[in-house]
């Protein structure tokens, strides 16, 4: 069985690197952002210029290149002496089948949303529960350059359509998995409340456990908030959910 190596860049730093756990605590400040970069990009060398720039996007010092070959020192040091390759150009060298989370994070949402497409509920609610559960672990704390930044916001835009999936998908099964698909719909109101999908969501999941009324209130809750926040209504497809709730109390 080969060693395996897992890298985890959101929440809290984890390197396992071919199987032996690595002291990921010795990376911090400056040295933790490097090894997040180099991660993110490690299909390609990176000119030193870039990392500068990634590192210190607002003025780098005067001895940026310094303080950068450093930080490369150090994380040789904790990665071993082949794990970061080049001088003139930087490489994260990685075993091809590593796991990187932010890496699967991407690929589970593609997954999960064409399993949702295809009514495939069996499949879409394991993809969207893994890119949740990563995305929603925060990125780089304390940390905001450009890079970071966008990176962090896609993150939070892979979370909500993770609970989306999740919640369509147990819609989809029923049965006791209508309460899950209740908590993500009040989730998503949370996270997203100008995003009307996750409404809809909460006003299926509550008429399927029977409490249309209540759901009516949620299409409420909509509808004000559209119009005195942003002085619109709701869109033809939640209208139309609206009408067929209340048909059923008619």
């Not at 150090?74 to 990665?79: N, S």
């Not at 966008?150 to 909500?160: G, H, K, N």
């Not at 899950?180 to 995003?195: Q, V």
């Not at 139309?240 to 209340?246: E, G, K, N, T, V």
Request: hydrophobic residues 45%; glycine residues 8%; aromatic residues 6%.
């Amino acid at each position: 069985m080969l060693a395996r190596t897992r890298i985890q860049v959101c929440g809290q730093v984890f390197i396992e690197l071919c199987g032996r756990t690595l002291d990921a605590g010795l990376l911090r400040g400056q040295g933790r952002v490097l090894f997040v970069y180099l991660v993110l990009n490690r299909v390609r060398a990176l000119p030193r210029g870039d990392v500068v720039t990634a590192l210190w996007p607002d003025e780098a010092p005067a001895a940026a290149q310094a303080n950068l070959r450093v930080l490369v020192s150090r994380l040789r040091g904790v990665l071993g002496a082949d794990a970061v390759e080049g001088r003139s150009n930087l490489r994260l060298v990685l075993p091809q089948d590593a796991w990187v989370d932010i890496e699967v994070a991407a690929r589970k949402i593609h997954e999960a949303e064409a399993a949702v497409a295809a009514r495939d509920w069996s499949r879409a609610l394991p993809a969207a529960s893994t890119a949740f559960t990563v995305s929603q672990r925060g990125f780089l704390p304390g940390a905001d350059p450009p890079w970071a930044v966008e990176r962090r916001r896609w993150l939070e835009d892979v979370q909500i359509r993770a609970l989306e999936c999740d919640g369509i998908a147990s819609l989809g099964i029923g049965g006791s998995e209508i309460a899950a698909a209740e908590r993500d719909g009040r989730r998503l109101l949370e996270l997203a409340p100008y995003r009307e999908s996750g409404y809809r969501l909460l006003m299926e999941a509550l008429a399927n456990q029977g409490n249309t009324a209540e759901a009516l209130l949620v299409y409420e809750r909509l509808r004000t908030v559209l119009r005195d926040e942003l002085g619109t209504s709701p869109s033809v497809r939640s209208q139309a959910l609206h009408r067929r709730l209340l048909q059923r109390l008619e």
